[in-house]
Nanobody
Framework: QMMLVESGGGLVRAGDSLRLSCAAS????????MGWFRQAPGNELEFVAS????????DYSDSVKGRFTISRDNAKSTLYLQMNSLNPEDTAVYYC?????????????????WGQGTQVTVSS
């Protein structure tokens, strides 16, 4: 069993930045591709970004491309999401997820483990 714990969420103003972290334990972090998803009230879960096991390949949704950066530190078993130029549409609960397979990372059903989420609220 892998445990994923997100942190770093909060209330910020439009244009501000936040960095989310996701600490992994219980399984070798380096074996897993990782993803960030988010869910706003009344909306479905939405893919945000993903990264392969080595950090050499990343993918972003169109809505965050150029503003968000996903990264990982395998020595620390930690995933990050740097979020810049935040706007109210980014308000959501953000979840990290781990996938042993490493493909189709935009699809939530491929992921094996999920964190509990961290709230990000962006005021206008």
């Amino acid at each position: 069993q892998m445990m994923l714990v997100e942190s770093g969420g909060g209330l910020v103003r439009a244009g501000d930045s936040l960095r989310l972290s996701c600490a992994a334990s219980g399984r070798p972090f380096i074996n897993y591709a990782m993803g960030w998803f988010r869910q706003a009230p009344g909306n479905e879960l939405e893919f945000v970004a993903s990264i392969n096991w080595s950090g050499t390949y990343t993918d972003y949704s169109d809505s965050v491309k150029g503003r968000f950066t996903i990264s990982r530190d395998n020595a620390k078993s930690t995933l990050y999401l740097q979020m810049n130029s935040l706007n109210p549409e980014d308000t959501a609960v953000y979840y990290c997820a781990a996938d042993l397979g490493g493909s189709n990372l935009r699809r939530e059903h491929v992921y094996d483990y999920w964190g509990q989420g961290t709230q990000v609220t962006v005021s206008s």
